[in-house]
């Protein structure tokens, strides 16, 4: 039996939200995604926050795209499950950074959409940062 970590590297992650857990999140992910070949880092918003003209906002999206991340619109609240489970397939890694915020049956339904996702590898599920 061996203790060895194995050293497989998520190439593509999805962090969900961008408010005062997932900001911080973003910056790093995004500043360590940098270091591996052929990585991307997106966050998954809802149709309001892309589309808000207030001033905290649009300053958030344009850090978000000055470091690169790219922009993935989804609800975790109005997308059903399936419809998640498409957004996530399209990624390695899959973290949540909701808070409390998004409901007590958000966790739930975003594991639930991890697990059917098609993905061919789901590792670290976070469901709440």
Sequence with gaps: MTNEIPSARSRDILIIGAGELGMPVLRNVARRARDVDGSSVSVLLRASAIESVATDKQRDLAELRNL????????????????????????????????????LETPMKVAQAASSSETSALLPLAVRC
């Design 68 to 103: 690169g991340v790219r922009i993935v619109q989804g609800d975790l609240v109005k997308n059903t499950v399936d419809e998640l489970a498409t957004i996530f397939a399209n990624y390695d890694t899959v973290i949540g950074c909701t808070g409390i915020t998004a409901g």
